[in-house]
């Protein structure tokens, strides 16, 4: 395992949970239980270059870590970069002030969907983490899918989804690092 896959899979939470923190703090009655995350680097947003560069540094952590992990399987790799290469996308087109993107939101879900299967797919065997890891990356990604477009929570929901993923890596890093 090098040494950067490891610092860049613990800045990628960092740069989630931290942009969207830090952008939330900044735009005046922002709810983050009931907005999205894409919403804070949005057209509307105050400050939107915040969450941004939030989500342009989390792509990229994905991209490094990809690079980096060994022991994993090639199509696990490839799910993990491929989502942070999505991310890349969802940040370059940002949603309008008023009303929905069918691109960004076709790219935000494709990211969602390859992050939540990485782990699955690049093990040998499923192991126990890699496992639950997905079933609950899975059902998350179902909840958001649900809660697309109308729900009162679709931010929290969202939030949930995006941070579980961003932290994923992390743990995987983190818990194959020592064998």
């Given at each position: ?5 490891v610092v860049s899979s ?41 969450m941004t560069c939030g ?118 890093v983190l818990s194959t690092?020592?064998?």
């Amino acid at each position: 395992m090098k040494t950067w896959a490891v610092v860049s899979s613990l800045v990628a939470p960092v740069a989630m949970i931290g942009g969207w923190t830090l952008a939330a703090a900044l735009q005046p009655n922002f709810d983050s239980l009931r907005q999205t995350i894409s919403e804070l680097a949005g057209y509307g947003a105050r400050d939107r270059w915040v969450m941004t560069c939030g989500l342009v540094l989390l792509g990229v952590c994905h991209v490094v870590t990809a690079a980096g992990l060994a022991g994993i399987r090639p199509l696990g790799r490839l799910l993990l970069a491929l989502g942070g290469a999505a991310i890349g996308v969802v940040a370059a087109l940002p949603v309008p002030a008023h009303g929905p993107s069918t691109a960004h939101g076709v790219f935000a879900y494709l990211g969602f969907a390859a992050l939540a299967l990485w782990p699955l797919a690049g093990t040998q065997g499923a192991s126990a983490l890699s496992s639950v890891a997905t079933v609950v990356l899975l059902g998350l990604l179902l909840v958001a899918l649900l809660h697309v477009g109308g729900p009162a929570y679709v931010g929290l929901v969202e939030r949930l989804l995006a941070g579980a993923e961003s932290l994923c890596p992390a743990v995987f890093v983190l818990s194959t690092r020592n064998r």
